[in-house]
């Protein structure tokens, strides 16, 4: 069977197990179809990531199975991937970070290009989140965009350029990513503290207890992050916390984070 064909049927179906099955059947035959045919298959599994599974929560396995297909496809299918964020759909679009997210290092080049080349600040925040979805510790190697990302002019960079800082903080050991990048990161986490956006603040003290839980950070730093986490949270001498909750809420994970790091190596 011609696979448009098997394509167009398996979108027909109302059926999530019937999806489900015909993607799981075509997710194996992916990598070796050419051309045309590649093109319209990965274009199907993106079409099914359009569904409101709010609207049709039966649904959400089919969609999780577009995903995991999408992932399985390879780098041939990052440029089509990255065609649908023209598109104005950000609950697909979310998807699509998590499908670039499980080709790991494929994906770290192309969307570095993105963050590199885009004049749109959306497609930027959506190749900095996806960047964040990678769990492969070559997304350091995209430190030097997302760096620059985080001083962008646009809230919605900045902010997921926080966000991902800790992510990589995540993916990658300490020994993965240099001293000088290291402290690059915690200085612009912690300039982000006094964003005026509170959304980018409460990240920016998240991805600073991550820093310090994944050991990034010396513990002079670790002592400056729980300082300041102690400062959102009105429990030092001055009281003048942050007067957003989603700061302090994460503030106070960032502070339970830094304790627990001190409380297992030496202050230097």
Not at 142 to 153: D, G, N, Q, Y
Not at 202 to 227: C, F, N, P, W, Y
Request: with cysteine.
């Amino acid at each position: 069977m011609k696979a448009s064909r098997s394509i167009s049927e398996i979108l027909r179906s109302g059926s999530s197990d019937e999806v489900v099955r015909g993607v799981q059947r075509l997710r194996p035959r992916l990598r070796q179809l050419g051309g045309a045919d590649f093109r319209d298959a990965v274009e199907a599994l993106c079409g099914l990531l359009y569904i409101d599974t709010y609207d049709r929560p039966d649904l959400e396995p089919a969609v999780a199975a577009a995903v995991a297909a999408l992932g399985h496809a390879g780098r041939r299918a990052i440029p089509v991937i990255l065609s649908q964020i023209e598109s104005t759909d950000v609950k697909c679009h979310m998807h699509l970070a998590q499908a670039l997210g499980l080709m790991g290092a494929e994906a770290v080049a192309p969307l570095r290009r993105v963050l590199a080349t885009a004049a749109d600040a959306y497609a930027q925040a959506f190749a900095l989140y996806a960047l964040g979805k990678v769990r492969n510790p070559s997304v350091a190697r995209a430190l030097p965009e997302v760096l620059s990302a985080a001083h962008s002019s646009d809230k919605e960079v900045r902010d997921s350029a926080v966000r991902t800082l800790g992510k990589i903080a995540q993916a990658a050991r300490p020994s993965q990513v240099s001293a000088p990048r290291r402290l690059a990161m915690y200085e612009a986490l912690m300039r982000a503290l006094d964003d005026p956006q509170a959304p980018v603040r409460a990240k920016a003290i998240r991805s600073l207890g991550k820093m310090a839980a994944e050991g990034h950070l010396k513990a002079d730093q670790i002592e400056t992050v729980l300082r300041r986490a102690m400062g959102l949270l009105g429990q030092d001498d001055e009281f003048n916390w942050d007067r957003a909750y989603i700061v302090r809420h994460e503030a106070a994970e960032a502070l339970r984070c830094a304790e627990e790091r001190l409380a297992v190596r030496p202050s230097r």
